[in-house]
């Protein structure tokens, strides 16, 4: 996904500085998902575990549990731990904060959830990933077009994802989610 060189100005950055937050905008999502042995997305970090791996083992050697990722992509909204490992997933090294799409189709409208999984509804299917993928805290791919602001302090790290309804010009935001992580916990706020 990164490749030699980009992988390397990336860990010198985590690397550098004392900072509170390392914020790392990733175009893709970095959690892992897999739901009845199939997994959401090759083309996000899913295709690229070995790499994926790297950045968690660099993290966990180095003590840090202050990575908030944002990221995007999936046309939803997603809020999910980053373990140290997700085979054993015990320790927080940060959280993953995804914001929706303003205006493209999302699974609901695209239905591809149904060429790969046999779900009656994409809220079971939803259900089914956040049970067999518990460091996913909340996914919204039906009624979710809007975006995320993100407000760091030295304690904690708020993200508030907003939701509006594409189809109606005058429609009002409503908050989708709002989770804040600090000391290594992620919490509905």
Not at 42 to 57: C, F, H, K
Not at 79 to 88: D, F, L, M, N, Q
Not at 122 to 135: G, H, S, T, V
């Amino acid at each position: 996904m990164l490749g030699a060189d980009q992988k390397r100005w990336f860990f010198s950055k985590l690397r550098e500085g004392n900072y509170r937050w390392k914020v790392w905008a990733s175009s893709v999502q970095f959690s892992r998902s897999q739901t009845d042995g199939k997994f959401s997305s090759l083309d996000a970090w899913d295709g690229y575990a070995g790499e994926r791996s790297q950045i968690l083992n660099f993290l966990k050697e180095r003590g840090m549990n202050n990575l908030i990722a944002i990221t995007g992509d999936r046309h939803a909204s997603l809020v999910a731990e980053i373990p140290e490992s997700y085979e054993r997933p015990e320790k927080l090294l940060g959280a993953e904060f995804m914001t929706p799409a303003v205006s493209s189709i999302n699974a609901k409208e695209g239905g591809w959830w149904r060429r790969n999984w046999s779900y009656a509804s994409l809220e079971e299917f939803q259900q089914a990933e956040i049970k067999q993928n518990p460091w996913i805290r909340q996914i919204n791919s039906i009624d979710c077009w809007g975006y995320s602001v993100l407000r760091l302090t030295k304690d904690s790290a708020v993200c508030t994802i907003y939701s509006v309804d594409k189809y109606r010009k005058d429609s009002e935001k409503k908050i989708d989610a709002q989770f804040t992580y600090a000391n290594g916990r992620l919490e509905r706020a």
